[in-house]
Nanobody, 121 residues
Framework: EVQMAESGGGLVQPGGSLRLSCAAS????????MNWVRQAPGKGLEGPLC????????YYADSVKGRFTISRDNAKNTVYLQMNSLKPEDTAVYYC??????????????WGQGTQVTVSS
């Protein structure tokens, strides 16, 4: 069964940084695009925020470009999200997801359970 487990969320002050991790299992990780999406309180799902692929250049949404960096370690079946210069509006539950047809299609087919990120002083 395809599974993804996010970790690394928490409380951080505005301007601070966090690194999220997402450990994947039960599929050939290196063959798939992986993304991060988020859901702020009371709002719908926003994303993809960014997508990483073993074969193509990464994608970044304008809302995170220059502040967030997505990376992956295929040996560890893990995707990361380095978040810098965090703002209160970045407060959300962050999910990683599998993107089977990147770059021709940005849709995801499996998601993790999410990790909470709260940006507040």
């Amino acid at each position: 069964e395809v599974q993804m487990a996010e970790s690394g969320g928490g409380l951080v002050q505005p301007g601070g940084s966090l690194r999220l991790s997402c450990a994947a299992s039960a599929f050939t990780f290196s063959s798939y695009g992986m993304n991060w999406v988020r859901q702020a309180p009371g709002k719908g799902l926003e994303g993809p925020l960014c997508i990483t692929s073993s074969y193509f250049s990464p994608y970044y949404a304008d809302s995170v470009k220059g502040r967030f960096t997505i990376s992956r370690d295929n040996a560890k079946n893990t995707v990361y999200l380095q978040m810098n210069s965090l703002k209160p509006e970045d407060t959300a539950v962050y999910y990683c997801a599998r993107v089977p047809y990147y770059p021709s299609n940005f849709d995801s087919d499996y998601w993790g359970q999410g990790t909470q990120v709260t940006v507040s002083s």
